[in-house]
């Protein structure tokens, strides 16, 4: 190969990863200090000023050294972690007894298999129904797993709102067989179309609670009450409401909107279920807490469909929203700083992403944020001056106007002579 050639290659290679390994300061308004790091892994959780003062998306973050090198992280949403074998019994007796319950058994086909929930396929809606888990070796001798269960449906077809919860767990067992019973006092049965069972593990996820400032006013033309919840502020990552009433025996269809200027035209709807308690002889449970499609806008509203019944007593509403973390590699014990604000900053793209997934998070450290700083190498771009035309909408019109009085002028002096 040329060496003038092999050279230039090289230069090129030097200066694209110095580029990148160079930070423009002036480009972000914020900084926080990253307090506290060591070396190895380190797992920060924002907060609501980073929230608050970064870009949709949080694509504007960057992790940044005492030399001025961005360090390239991770951003994860710790959200639940799940994980499930599933089985699919030999259903055997699957019957109703009327006034009583609905009833099937499930045969796992041998023991030993950990079990500790099942979730019940059914054509049937709008229902609550308490539900008994069973198990057994032989079919003979039953052992009550829970005697506490329950499961619902609402459905309004109407609204195109459905909302249905059917999965019921238990301690875990390794019986061969098990039994479920669906409460049928009302004489109305749920039908048992199908049950998969399963060994469930879940890991909550690491969230916080707020509460926002709440208006109430109703809705008579809909027979509801409209709900308006303000978080203070945009940007927190809310995916999650409950609310906390005196009531009992209630059951309510629930739609969700979310705005971020609460714009008659500008809300759009997020979410929508059912919320409901009953404390009577033949059922007992509840669902004060539904889950929406995760939003950052400052406002929701929940609109509750009361139909003819009384307004229900809203003692308080909690809107909860999932912590996000950055994760990042630290080489030396030097000051590291977190730098958000850039309207016009776009995602990352490390390496760290290809690799992130072989990583062990188990032994990272727990790090945290300083306070919000005004970052003094920023500086802010000038805005764009509007042409005459945008900053005057009557421009156009102006010189039409102009333009024909011109020209009836020039015909009147033609005509005049």
Known sequence: MDKKIMFSFLGVLVIGSVAYADFSLSQWQYKKEILDVKKGLNKVSLDNEVFANSNEGLADMRIVDDSNREIPYKLIATRNEEGRKEYSPRLINNSVADGKYSMVIMDLGERGI?????????????????????????????????????????TDKKAGIKSQDTRVSFPDTTFRFLKVEISNVENNPVMINSVSVSQYIRKGAKEFSISPKIESSPDDRNKATVLIADLGQGGIPTGRISIATVDENFNRGVVVYSSNDRG??????????????????????????????????????????????????????KMLATYRELVFQADSNEKYFLFYGNRKADTPEYDLEKYFQYLDLTGSWEVSLGAQQDNRGFIEEKREEKPLTERNPYFFTVVLVATGLLLLLVVYKFLKK
């Open 114 to 154: 950990i079990t500790n929930s099942l979730k019940i396929g059914t054509s049937s809606d709008n229902f609550q129904r308490n539900v008994t888990v069973h198990g057994s070796e032989d079919q003979e001798n039953w052992n009550v797993l829970n005697s506490e269960g329950y499961i619902y449906d609402y």
């Open 264 to 317: 008659v035209e500008n809300w759009k709807r997020v979410g929508y279920g059912n919320l409901f308690r009953y404390k009577t002889p033949g059922f007992s449970g509840e669902n004060l807490a539904m889950d929406i499609d995760e939003t950052t806008d400052r406002y929701i509203k929940m609109v509750i469909y009361n139909k003819d019944n009384a307004p229900l007593g809203i003692r308080e509403v």
